[in-house]
């Protein structure tokens, strides 16, 4: 097993198809199918027993000496549109790359080792996050009436994908038991670490987020001949609502974020009044109670407004993550003298969701300028390595314990 060594590198170069254009790797997507099957043959070259459940996530259970639980890795396939070439993938491979180092020491590792790829965390083809990591865990969705901007349902975009992944030679076509616990390999996609010219973060825990579909009603008309008193604009509507929340948000806690990354008109047509304005809201906060308080005030706002809807896409409290194995991260890296400082993460991630079933911990490696979910998105390969190593002696003594 592992005697050739694969390189995080030329991975990363297999995985990400697209230069400068950003990767577009949404969930059931072509390029989602292909990583996830190239991801499934690589673990079976090496001797891993692959197992693909109903909503994609791929487990690749490599052996151990013991018949116990294995100790897990990995992070989701899926992109954000136009996204970066580590966000999720890094974990995927990385851990890849620790598990083969694992098995390079020689002995079997007493307990199996097992990597995870999750099929979706972003939410970004469906108005669904963690549809993934759910899954994994149990949770109950309903998900599958959710259409894409094309019309396509969630059931009809998973079936296609799924069957031909269950359909490959020797998977087993099941939801993977629960691992004895979960570590997730990440890009910070922010800016503290390479700020302090740290190369590794362990993360204490994960922001609350809710997110929203707001839908103002108008009337499609005649941009020209319509007067005035009779335009019901749904564009006009909703940036007035818009500049009343930036409002609200500029006047609670630093600690909030609030975005909204996606207006949708219709018809979209220059010289036709707004029918109808769709847009999103990503509201985040490390506490529950400050993002209840905003939410509130949020919703208040908007019910001062006429003829508009609002929708509930998303809610996951904020995460406190396992002290237990991020002390034992802590005390590995000190001896290994990376430099680390333990941190709290803004951006979402499936550890919050495997953190409600099994102990679950983070490792972070810096994001050059903080930028992430952006084609700019970029990590020395010195910094991926580093975390790499972390992983490695981690999960060697997470499996020999
Ligand atoms: C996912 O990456 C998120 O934090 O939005
Ligand atoms: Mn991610
Ligand atoms: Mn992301
Ligand atoms: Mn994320």
């Not at 005030?297 to 809610?315: G, P, R, S, Y």
């Not at 409600?356 to 700019?376: L, Q, R």
């Amino acid at each position: 097993m592992f005697s050739e060594e694969h390189q995080l590198a030329d991975l990363l170069n297999q995985f990400n198809t697209t230069a400068d254009t950003g990767q577009n790797r949404l969930v059931y997507s072509e390029q989602w199918l292909h990583n996830q099957k190239t991801l499934i043959l690589l673990g079976q070259k090496y001797g891993a027993k692959a197992i693909v459940d109903d909503y994609g996530n791929v487990s690749l259970d490599f052996p151990g000496q013991e018949a116990t639980l294995p100790i897990a890795t990995g992070s989701h396939m899926d992109t954000v549109r136009q996204g970066g070439r580590y966000d999720g993938l890094y974990g995927v491979l990385g851990g890849f790359c620790a598990i083969q180092k694992v098995y390079q020491q020689g002995s079997l590792p007493k307990k199996p080792l097992r990597l995870i790829s999750f099929s979706e965390e972003e939410g970004s083809r469906f108005p669904a996050a963690f549809t993934g990591s759910k899954h994994y865990t149990g949770q109950q969705q309903q998900v599958a009436a959710l259409v894409d901007e094309t019309g396509i349902t969630f059931a009809q975009a998973r079936e296609n994908a799924i069957k031909q992944l269950q359909a490959m030679p020797d998977v087993r076509r099941q939801r993977a038991p629960l691992p004895a616990n979960f570590t997730e390999l990440h890009i910070e996609q922010g800016p503290r670490l390479s700020q302090a010219h740290q190369s590794i973060g362990l993360v204490t825990g994960i922001v609350a987020q809710n997110r929203y579909n707001v839908t103002v009603h108008g009337q499609a008309n005649h941009a020209g001949t319509t007067p005035r008193a009779q335009r019901q604009d749904a564009i006009a509507t909703a940036s007035h609502l818009m500049a009343r929340l930036y409002d609200l948000v500029d006047r609670s806690s630093n600690s909030l974020t609030f975005t909204i990354g996606e207006i949708r008109v219709s018809p979209n047509v220059s010289n036709v009044i707004a029918e109808s304005c769709t847009f999103t809201i990503d509201c985040r906060e490390e506490s529950d109670e400050r993002l209840a308080t905003f939410l509130s005030a949020m919703n208040t706002v908007v019910k001062q407004f006429d003829n508009v809807t609002i929708e509930q896409t998303l809610h996951v409290p904020a995460t406190l993550l396992s002290q237990a194995l991020r002390k034992q991260n802590a005390e590995i890296a000190t001896q290994m003298k990376f430099p680390f400082r333990e941190l709290f993460s803004g951006a979402g991630h499936d550890s919050q969701i495997m953190n409600t079933v099994v102990p679950t911990t983070m490792i972070f490696v810096p994001s050059k300028a903080g930028i992430s979910h952006a084609p700019a998105e970029y990590t020395k390969m010195s910094d991926l390595l580093i975390g790499v190593a972390l992983l490695t002696a981690s999960l060697s003594a997470q499996a020999n314990e």
